[in-house]
Each structure stands twice: as structure tokens, then as C-alpha cells.
């Protein structure tokens, strides 16, 4: 590790060494998406947990076992790079599913209440329905990875996080006491809040979005699309809440980058769609959001340890270098067919990754 202060920004510090990252959350999408995405998220990472919200979505062992392969003819050869899959939970997933996955390595199961989010109105309508099979998961050891937010159109949009977490997740953690839950892409306080007083199986990732931005980003001075995402941006009360839990040191609060890239005309559109794509960069965004908050020398626990020791996983031996050396996000990055934007396009980041 590097000498320096985390009480004073040091701007004489011109490189970062840390124990190579891993993304507990990521969408890597499918079919022609994946030359973009697998190649970005190889670079920055050695083991991504791959969502499993595809049309149709990932609900069984062999579509799982079949999208692994897909994913793996686009790692750069020579790669150290291993793609974890999830299961997508729906009201028709039983107890067997469950010992299959485990069975064949699947790495844990995503739970998106029906509607809440892109490609999600497969999901689940009732969690007490599904609670036999959240008791099977916790006998096997399969965590619970969680879009926390209800679908309800009473509710807020701002307040969903909120609602789920009082009317789902206090009742569901209490049920299942052995179940390993991680609230993903957390962002609110009453979600901090919430994750703090719970047991060390319940952790939560926390996006880069969301340590850099918040609502004002998405509304004020003209709607950007590009900072659409689910959850959406909350007020800054909620992002200095969000910042101080991921450079608290506590590993209940790790990486998650939810990057979820969508082509530009899906994004720039009378109904835009909901995900950031953040991949082209994740690890220098974590890092100024770390360095605006003094705490750079707390970004490794963050982004390569505290996911590894909540999942049992042994830390990756590689380490990755980050140097002083300002770079300007590219305006855009082919996709698929068209192109995307991805997060921060057009500004400019202090750190960038040396690959030498
Ligand atoms: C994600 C996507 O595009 O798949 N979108 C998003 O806004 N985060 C889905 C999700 O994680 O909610
Ligand atoms: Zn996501």
C-alpha cells in the first residue's frame, strides 16, 4: 500500500496500488452487447456477479449455464476474468431449482419484486409465497441479492427503497436469520440506517452513481436521461449518507456497480429506460468519489475486500495500479447496434488504471 493521509487530500500522491477489484453486481446483457461489455468489465475486474434480468430472464441451472458460455467467448484471451451467475427468482421457482443451482456453481439468486425495474415484470408478486424457497437458500448457503424497492403506484418513486425496507426486508431478514441478503445498489439513509442495525449476513453495494450524484444531476438545469437509473437519484442528504457509509470501513458496505448500459437512443427517448453504464470506468469514479471525501486509503477495503469476505470468497491475488494521470470520458462507446453514453462522458477523472 501507498503512504498517505486520509485526513488531508494529498495531491503529491501520485499512484494507488490496490488488491485487484471485483463488481458484486453488474447487467453484461447478451448476444452483440457482449463484446462491449465483457471487455470493459474484464479490464476493471476479476470476478463480476452477472444479472440475470435478460428477455427472457436467466430462471433456470441451463439458461444460467448457457449464458455463462455466451458470456465467455467474449473474455480477451489471456484474461483472468470468471463471471458469476444468478438465478432470477419468479412466483414458479421451486426448492428443487435452488439445489440445482447449487449444485452446479450458480452463485446466488436475484429477487426483483414483479415491475420495479427494467426487465423485471417476470419477477416476484409475493415474497411470502417464495419464503420455502428462501429457506432452501439459506440451508445452502445461496445468498439473496435484492432490488429493494416496492412496485406500488401509490408510492413515491422517491420513497420506494424506503417502503420496501419497512414492509419487506425488517420481516424477511427476522424470518430468515442464516440467509445471506444483500440489498443492492442502496440509496437512502433509511437503507444505511437499516443496514447498520442488522446482523453481518445482511450487507449492501453501493453504486458509483450514487456516491457522485444526486437528484439536482437527473432534474435540475434540464432532464439528463444518462442519470436515469433504478433506484432512482435521491436528494443529497441521501448521497452524503451513501458516501460516508462506503468510506466508513465497515464491510457491510461494498462495490456494486450495477452498471447497466442501454443504447442511447433507449436512454434519449420520450420513455427512457431506467441503468447507467459505468463499466468504461468504474474503478477512477469510485476512486474521485473516495478522494472528494478524503478517504482514498479507505477504497480497497470497498472495492476488493469487504464483498470477498461477506461471500466466503478468498481475495484476488492480482493488484491493480491507479496513477494521477486525468483522462476525459469518451462522449460515447459503441453498442450493439448503436452507441451508448456512458457515466461522466465528456468530463474529466483524476485517476485512471495503468495497465503497463
Ligand atoms: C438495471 C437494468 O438496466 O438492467 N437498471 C437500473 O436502472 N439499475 C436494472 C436494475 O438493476 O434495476
Ligand atoms: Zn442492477
Redesign the pocket.
Given at each position: 500500500m501507498q503512504n498517505y493521509s486520509s485526513r488531508a487530500l494529498d495531491f503529491s500522491m501520485q499512484t494507488l496500488t490496490i488488491i485487484y477489484p471485483d463488481d458484486w453486481h453488474c447487467?453484461l446483457r447478451n448476444e452483440n452487447a457482449l463484446a462491449t461489455t465483457v471487455p470493459y468489465a474484464a479490464k476493471q475486474f476479476k470476478r463480476v456477479v452477472a444479472?440475470p434480468?435478460l428477455q427472457p430472464p436467466v430462471c433456470d441451472v441451463d439458461a444460467a449455464l448457457n449464458y455463462l458460455q455466451e458470456i465467455k467467448a467474449h473474455i480477451p484471451e489471456g484474461a483472468d476474468f470468471t463471471p458469476l451467475m444468478t438465478l432470477y427468482l419468479t412466483d414458479k421457482t421451486t426448492t428443487k431449482t435452488i439445489y440445482d443451482a447449487k449444485e452446479k456453481g450458480i452463485f446466488g439468486c436475484k429477487l426483483y419484486p414483479a415491475g420495479v425495474?427494467?426487465?423485471s415484470t417476470q419477477g416476484v408478486t409475493s415474497l411470502e409465497a417464495l419464503y420455502p424457497v428462501f429457506a432452501t437458500m439459506a440451508k445452502q448457503q445461496m445468498p439473496l441479492l435484492i432490488?429493494g424497492e416496492v412496485n406500488d403506484k401509490s408510492v413515491d418513486i422517491f420513497d420506494r427503497e424506503k417502503r420496501f425496507i419497512e414492509q419487506h426486508l425488517v420481516k424477511l431478514t427476522q424470518e430468515f436469520p442464516e440467509l445471506k441478503v444483500v440489498l443492492?445498489?442502496i440509496t437512502t439513509k433509511e437503507a444505511v440506517q437499516f443496514i447498520e442495525s442488522t446482523s453481518s449476513n445482511v450487507a449492501a453495494t453501493i453504486t458509483p452513481q450514487h456516491l457522485l450524484l444526486n437528484r439536482n444531476d437527473l432534474l435540475a438545469g434540464g432532464i439528463k436521461p444518462h442519470h436515469y437509473?433504478?433506484p432512482i437519484l435521491k436528494r443529497s442528504l441521501h448521497q452524503e449518507t451513501l458516501i460516508k457509509a462506503a468510506t466508513s470501513a465497515n464491510p457491510k458496505f461494498f462495490i456494486g456497480t450495477?452498471s447497466?448500459p442501454?443504447a442511447k437512443k433507449q436512454k434519449e427517448s420520450a420513455c427512457g429506460?431506467?441503468?447507467?453504464f459505468s463499466h468504461h470506468g468504474a474503478i477512477e469514479l469510485y476512486a474521485q468519489a473516495f478522494e472528494q471525501a478524503n478517504a482514498l486509503d479507505k477504497l480497497e477495503g470497498f472495492t476488493s475486500k469487504f464483498g470477498p469476505d461477506f461471500y466466503g470468497f478468498a481475495y484476488n491475488k492480482a493488484k491493480l495500479t491507479l496513477k494521477r494521470i486525468p483522462w476525459v470520458v469518451p462522449k460515447t462507446i459503441p453498442y450493439a447496434q448503436d452507441v451508448l453514453v456512458p457515466l461522466f462522458a465528456e468530463k474529466t477523472l483524476a485517476w485512471q488504471i495503468s495497465y503497463e
Amino acid at each position: 500500500m501507498q503512504n498517505y493521509s486520509s485526513r488531508a487530500l494529498d495531491f503529491s500522491m501520485q499512484t494507488l496500488t490496490i488488491i485487484y477489484p471485483d463488481d458484486w453486481h453488474c447487467h453484461l446483457r447478451n448476444e452483440n452487447a457482449l463484446a462491449t461489455t465483457v471487455p470493459y468489465a474484464a479490464k476493471q475486474f476479476k470476478r463480476v456477479v452477472a444479472m440475470p434480468n435478460l428477455q427472457p430472464p436467466v430462471c433456470d441451472v441451463d439458461a444460467a449455464l448457457n449464458y455463462l458460455q455466451e458470456i465467455k467467448a467474449h473474455i480477451p484471451e489471456g484474461a483472468d476474468f470468471t463471471p458469476l451467475m444468478t438465478l432470477y427468482l419468479t412466483d414458479k421457482t421451486t426448492t428443487k431449482t435452488i439445489y440445482d443451482a447449487k449444485e452446479k456453481g450458480i452463485f446466488g439468486c436475484k429477487l426483483y419484486p414483479a415491475g420495479v425495474t427494467t426487465h423485471s415484470t417476470q419477477g416476484v408478486t409475493s415474497l411470502e409465497a417464495l419464503y420455502p424457497v428462501f429457506a432452501t437458500m439459506a440451508k445452502q448457503q445461496m445468498p439473496l441479492l435484492i432490488h429493494g424497492e416496492v412496485n406500488d403506484k401509490s408510492v413515491d418513486i422517491f420513497d420506494r427503497e424506503k417502503r420496501f425496507i419497512e414492509q419487506h426486508l425488517v420481516k424477511l431478514t427476522q424470518e430468515f436469520p442464516e440467509l445471506k441478503v444483500v440489498l443492492e445498489h442502496i440509496t437512502t439513509k433509511e437503507a444505511v440506517q437499516f443496514i447498520e442495525s442488522t446482523s453481518s449476513n445482511v450487507a449492501a453495494t453501493i453504486t458509483p452513481q450514487h456516491l457522485l450524484l444526486n437528484r439536482n444531476d437527473l432534474l435540475a438545469g434540464g432532464i439528463k436521461p444518462h442519470h436515469y437509473c433504478l433506484p432512482i437519484l435521491k436528494r443529497s442528504l441521501h448521497q452524503e449518507t451513501l458516501i460516508k457509509a462506503a468510506t466508513s470501513a465497515n464491510p457491510k458496505f461494498f462495490i456494486g456497480t450495477d452498471s447497466a448500459p442501454h443504447a442511447k437512443k433507449q436512454k434519449e427517448s420520450a420513455c427512457g429506460c431506467a441503468g447507467i453504464f459505468s463499466h468504461h470506468g468504474a474503478i477512477e469514479l469510485y476512486a474521485q468519489a473516495f478522494e472528494q471525501a478524503n478517504a482514498l486509503d479507505k477504497l480497497e477495503g470497498f472495492t476488493s475486500k469487504f464483498g470477498p469476505d461477506f461471500y466466503g470468497f478468498a481475495y484476488n491475488k492480482a493488484k491493480l495500479t491507479l496513477k494521477r494521470i486525468p483522462w476525459v470520458v469518451p462522449k460515447t462507446i459503441p453498442y450493439a447496434q448503436d452507441v451508448l453514453v456512458p457515466l461522466f462522458a465528456e468530463k474529466t477523472l483524476a485517476w485512471q488504471i495503468s495497465y503497463e
